[in-house]
T-cell receptor, first 112, second 109 residues
Framework: EAQVTQNPRYLITVTGKKLTVTCSQN?????MSWYRQDPGLGLRQIYY???????DKGDVPEGYKVSRKEKRNFPLILESPSPNQTSLYFC???????????FGSGTRLTVV | GENVEQHPSTLSVQEGDSAVIKCTYS??????FPWYKQELGKRPQLIID?????GEKKDQRIAVTLNKTAKHFSLHITETQPEDSAVYFC????????FGAGTTVTVRA
């Protein structure tokens, strides 16, 4: 089944404790992206990647890192999480930039 | 960067009536305009999209229109049903996909 898999689905952590949210797709998509969703703000792009080893900042990249060492994986790293990073995070992939996204199931992150 | 504005933020319609959601975008280079539906507790899912070389596209009860000159595009849902209740997001893309803030649609039975 074609899908984008995110893990974990839920995560509660403490301020400053490094964490990684994993994202993997099995559709051989070149384009992958991370979004955060907050009430009233819609989906805001954190980082995107147009191919292996090619990443770029989205609209809200501060406090986040990404890497794209393999085509299928695009992990999101929070080196020192803060409470304002409490949010619902979605990973998405598509064949290229201007095609429909397939979203993962989301990761609900709470930083206390 | 691209700025996408979406209106209204909430929309309540009687079952069987039509619903219209409007979006404007700022970057005239944007050439791809998808719409996503997000049901409560679920992931966004693509429902329809339109490219800049097309003015209108229809898929059953859903239609999108695009006015490149005015930089706005709209989603039309006809004969609304309870299962149309969800949050709808418009988006615009050139280098990257930027989303509107969303419209919560409630279909009253």
């Amino acid at each position: 089944e074609a899908q984008v898999t995110q893990n974990p689905r839920y995560l509660i952590t403490v301020t400053g404790k490094k964490l990684t949210v994993t994202c993997s797709q099995n559709m051989n998509h070149e384009y992958m992206s991370w979004y955060r969703q907050d009430p009233g703000l819609g989906l805001r792009q954190i980082y995107y990647s147009m191919n292996v080893e090619v990443t770029d900042k989205g609209d809200v990249p501060e406090g986040y890192k990404v890497s794209r060492k393999e085509k299928r994986n695009f992990p999101l790293i929070l080196e020192s999480p803060s409470p304002n990073q409490t949010s619902l995070y979605f990973c998405a992939s598509s064949p290229s930039i201007n095609y429909g996204y397939t979203f993962g199931s989301g990761t609900r992150l709470t930083v206390v | 960067g691209e700025n996408v504005e979406q209106h209204p933020s909430t929309l309540s319609v009687q079952e069987g009536d039509s619903a219209v959601i409007k979006c404007t975008y700022s970057d005239s280079a944007s050439n791809y305009f998808p719409w996503y539906k997000q049901e409560l507790g679920k992931r966004p899912q693509l429902i329809i999209d339109i490219r800049s070389n097309v003015g209108e596209k229809k898929d059953q009860r859903i239609a999108v229109t695009l006015n490149k000159t005015a930089k706005h595009f709209s989603l039309h849902i006809t004969e609304t049903q309870p299962e149309d209740s969800a949050v709808y997001f418009c988006a615009a893309s050139y280098h990257k996909l930027s989303f509107g803030a969303g419209t919560t649609v409630t279909v009253r039975a």
